[in-house]
């Protein structure tokens, strides 16, 4: 049975999230381990407007992984396509994330800069060709910490979506031109996290576009775990959205990328 954490954090993020890895069980950074750290900073927005992914929750994880003995840790993210490129860097240095980084002397990614590793032909869902970062296939461990949000196509943007911004630039619009939510599914196929964590501590729920699911949850909250399609299902219940009406949840879980029912998810 898949396990998801939610847990209060109160004014300990780092205590809260260490209690949540006891609660499933999980353990997923080892000494040595080289860790990639993928928030959701499409916008450089306010960083505790629920967004994008709080700076502080970041911080308690990068500060886990440090304390876990990872022989490096990384921040990265690619941001919206939408965005023009003068302002990208500030997705990071306008949010707070770099001040983060800086802190705890570690590197935030900026994939853009970088190389990407070109993928073709993989679905029918997906472009003919597009590229993900390099970042994703040379770390050890990543984990995938999205923000509690709804979304004007694919109903609600977790986990799975999260790793979208791991795309290209370019390729990023080009995922919506056949089967949005196919393509996420392919997408989590190649791109494995080792663990999931939706920042649900802002007082308001976000979203993309227009949505009627706006009213925040009453309580600084995180979901944890290592289940990509479960922890997704328990965040959309989180919202009051039935996990079995959202495609990337119920075609997550037909790939065979985790649990879908809430019945068969030990939610602690």
Same mark, same amino acid.
Do not use: M, N, P, Q
């Given at each position: 049975m898949s396990k998801v954490a939610l847990i209060k954090t109160d004014s300990d &993020?780092?205590?809260?999230?260490?209690?949540?890895?006891?609660? &499933?069980?999980?353990?997923p950074v080892k000494r040595g381990d080289y860790v990639l750290i993928k928030p959701n900073l499409y916008e450089p927005l306010d960083p505790y407007g629920g967004e994008i992914t709080s700076p502080k929750v970041v911080e308690a994880i990068a500060r886990y992984c440090l304390d876990c003995g990872a022989r490096r840790v990384v921040i990265g993210e690619g941001p919206s396509y939408y965005q023009p490129q003068s302002a990208l860097r500030e997705c990071?240095?306008? @949010?707070? &994330?770099?001040e983060v980084a800086e802190? +705890?002397?570690? =590197?935030?990614?900026?994939?853009? !800069?970088?190389?990407?590793? @070109?993928?073709?032909?993989?679905s029918r869902s997906t472009p003919d =060709?597009?590229? &993900? @970062? =390099?970042?994703?296939?040379?770390?050890?461990? $990543?984990i995938d910490v999205p923000c509690l949000k709804t979304h004007y196509q694919t109903t609600v943007t977790l986990a799975m979506k999260n +790793?979208?911004?791991? +795309?290209?630039? !370019?390729?990023k619009p080009r995922f919506h031109d056949r089967d949005l939510s196919g393509a996420v599914v392919e997408l989590n196929k190649i791109v494995r996290p080792a663990l999931n964590v939706i920042d649900a501590t802002s007082k308001r729920i976000g979203s993309v576009g227009s949505s009627a699911h706006r009213e925040g949850t009453g309580a600084s909250l995180l979901l944890v775990g290592t289940d990509v399609v479960a922890v997704d299902a328990v965040g959309c219940a989180l919202m009051g959205i039935d996990p079995q009406e959202v495609a990337t949840v119920t075609r997550g879980? !037909?790939?065979? $990328?985790? !649990?879908k029912d809430l019945t068969r998810i030990e939610i602690l």
């Open positions: &993020i780092y205590g809260a999230f260490g209690k949540a890895l006891d609660d &499933i069980g999980a353990r990071f240095t306008r @949010t707070g &994330i770099s802190r +705890l002397k570690i =590197e935030w990614a900026l994939f853009d !800069e970088h190389s990407y590793r @070109t993928f073709r032909g993989v =060709e597009f590229r &993900i @970062t =390099e970042y994703a296939f040379d770390c050890d461990k $990543l +790793l979208k911004g791991c +795309l290209k630039r !370019e390729d879980a !037909e790939a065979g $990328l985790g !649990e």
